[in-house]
């Protein structure tokens, strides 16, 4: 098993920053894709941005330009940067953590317990 704890969430004003960060731990490997995923309320859970092993990267076309994912391997933590939020950003975010990217782009396998963002004024 994978364990994924994530953190950074929080109340934010439209137009600020968060950065989220997600450890794993367990039976991780550095070879893993990694990803985010938020849900908001009433709508589907969806893919925010993944990360392979090497460091491509694929992100939802709602957050280029304005998100960025990152990891550290050495860590087993990947990280999202989260600039010029909006309200629609708003839901609760979760950590992915998967045996390849491509896996964690079709819906993952590992998942942590999710943390709120809130951008509101």
């Known amino acids: 098993q994978v364990q994924l704890v994530e953190s950074g969430g929080g109340l934010v004003q439209p137009g600020g920053s968060l950065r989220l960060s997600c450890a794993a731990s367990?039976?991780?490997?550095?070879?893993?894709?990694m990803g985010w995923y938020r849900q908001a309320p009433g709508k589907q859970r969806e893919l925010v941005a993944a990360i392979s092993s090497g460091g491509n990267t694929n992100y939802a076309d709602s957050v280029k330009g304005r998100f960025t994912i990152s990891r550290d391997n050495a860590k087993n933590t990947v990280y999202l940067q989260m600039n010029s939020l909006k309200p629609e950003d708003t839901a609760v975010y979760y950590c992915?953590?998967?045996?390849?990217?491509?896996?964690?782009?079709?819906?993952?396998?590992?998942w942590g317990q999710g943390t709120q963002v809130t951008v509101s004024s």
């Open positions: 367990g039976r991780f490997s550095s070879i893993y894709g």
């Open positions: 992915n953590a998967s045996p390849s990217y491509s896996i964690v782009q079709g819906g993952g396998i590992y």
